[in-house]
């Protein structure tokens, strides 16, 4: 079991926990009332002709220019979440807190609670500073945890919660929980029954969180990825969960590779195989105009609108440039 230590500038004092107040004239709202309006195992479809920036995450000090793995957005403070990864064995996860249009510069922390940050998950509870998802460290499940300010408005990692998904560990996974909060999903070789293959399992989210340990259950839904998104495909870099749609996104970092956004539903099939372009125009002007790699997917509200929010990172190795866009969703 590897040792978990929370990295900080200073040492922590007493913990505020209302720490981050709503930005006035936010552009993200809560999920729950768009996903209310429908019904409950409403399927998506992704509008890539529809593709606006969102945002430029400006990474500063001496982790300006490295690649953001994942994002998040918490629509109660307006904040944009960011996580990268400094370093590996062990794993060492900073994670960012941005104002919306990446005005202000960020706060950040740093911790080893956490493995390979692909991919953090808000949790949409409606509430103020809602618990955000991460992969465990061991390759067992999640982690569960909030974001929050000491009394020297240094950010700090707080409450984390493990459950367990996995009777046995796997080298890399990504979790996430779905929009309307019934789901947690797991996806890697993860699965028994496909063997060797990468493929999702999901649970009950209530399970996972009252139990802490779903590796014994039955998981509700357990299916693999479609042949274009196998490792001999391409590197899986998003999860996420919006009615009875799962969307995974899929890419290489090589400018010319072909990344991809597959849908399915929570049963797997496939609904939908889309091609991603979206960035390109930007990342041929980054740097050499060598690399634009998707990383990290979450289901957001932008202006009323229900949407995907899709990181591309494009440029130069140490130069990197992260910037956010906006998918719309409709339901059918």
């Known amino acids: 079991m590897k040792r978990i230590a929370i990295i900080?500038?200073?040492?922590?004092?007493?913990?505020?926990?209302?720490?981050?107040?709503?930005s006035p004239g936010c552009e993200y709202q809560?999920?729950?009332?768009?996903?209310?309006?429908?019904r409950t195992y409403q399927t998506y479809m992704a509008s890539t002709t529809e593709a606006s920036l969102l945002t430029t995450l400006p990474l500063s000090g001496?982790?300006?220019?490295r690649t953001v793995q994942s994002i998040?957005?918490?629509?109660?403070s307006c904040r944009t979440i960011a996580t990268i990864s400094i370093s590996t064995k062990p794993e060492v996860v900073g994670i960012w807190s941005f104002l919306p249009k990446g005005a202000e510069q960020g706060a950040f922390t740093s911790t080893e609670a956490f493995g390979h940050p692909q991919d953090l998950t808000v949790e949409h509870d409606g509430g103020s500073n809602p618990y955000l998802w991460l992969p465990d460290e061991n390759g067992l499940g999640a982690k569960r945890f909030k974001l929050t300010k000491d009394t020297e408005g240094k950010l700090a990692v707080s409450d984390i919660q493990f459950v367990r998904m996995l009777k046995k560990p796997v080298a890399s996974h990504t979790i996430t929980v779905s929009a309307d909060r019934?789901?947690?999903?797991?996806?890697?070789?993860v699965s028994d029954r496909f063997r060797g293959k990468q493929a999702i399992k999901i649970f009950q989210l209530q399970d996972a969180l009252s139990t802490g340990d779903v590796s014994n259950l039955r998981p509700i839904s357990e299916?693999?990825?479609?042949?274009?998104q196998q490792p001999n495909g391409e590197y899986r870099q998003g999860l996420a969960i919006v009615g009875n749609t799962v969307f995974v996104l899929s890419g290489r970092p090589e400018i010319e590779s072909t990344n991809r956004l597959v849908s399915y539903t929570?049963?797997?099939?496939?609904?939908?195989?889309?091609v991603l372009t979206i960035g390109r125009d930007f990342s041929a002007q980054d740097g050499e105009g060598m690399f634009s790699e998707p990383e990290g997917l979450e289901i957001i509200?932008?202006?009323g609108q229900l949407a995907l929010a899709v990181g591309i990172v494009s440029g130069d190795k140490g130069k990197k440039t992260n910037r956010v866009y906006k998918l719309p969703l409709y339901g059918r």
């Open 72 to 76: 998040g957005i918490d629509p109660s």
């Open 62 to 65: 001496k982790y300006k220019g």
């Open 223 to 228: 299916f693999p990825l479609a042949a274009e």
């Open 266 to 274: 929570l049963m797997g099939s496939k609904l939908q195989s889309e």
């Open 8 to 22: 900080l500038a200073s040492t922590l004092l007493t913990i505020s926990t209302n720490a981050f107040a709503q």
């Open 182 to 189: 019934r789901f947690i999903a797991i996806m890697g070789k």
């Open 30 to 38: 809560p999920l729950a009332p768009l996903i209310s309006k429908t």
């Open 301 to 303: 509200s932008h202006k």
